[in-house]
């Protein structure tokens, strides 16, 4: 797949593409492995389809407080009071 992708992406032309191994992905559980590039019509749709889905899981933890993907994508700046992690 992702040599298809890549020579999509260089017009064509069919470069050698060098493979390495992914031994991170054997932690990945259920969770694919790829990702199907036709399935969305950008980074930015399928980032908010994964933020919907997943809107009630902790985006960030720090300083013993935190904020989820829902709490993320209400954000409307950095200061704004629903940005300030809650403490969890």
Known sequence: MWTELLQRMRGG?????????RHWTGAYGDIPTEIDPDRYASVVELLDKAMKRFHDKVAFRSFGGSLTLARLTNCRAPSAPICSPSSA
């Open 13 to 21: 032309r069919n470069l050698q593409v060098r493979q390495t191994a």
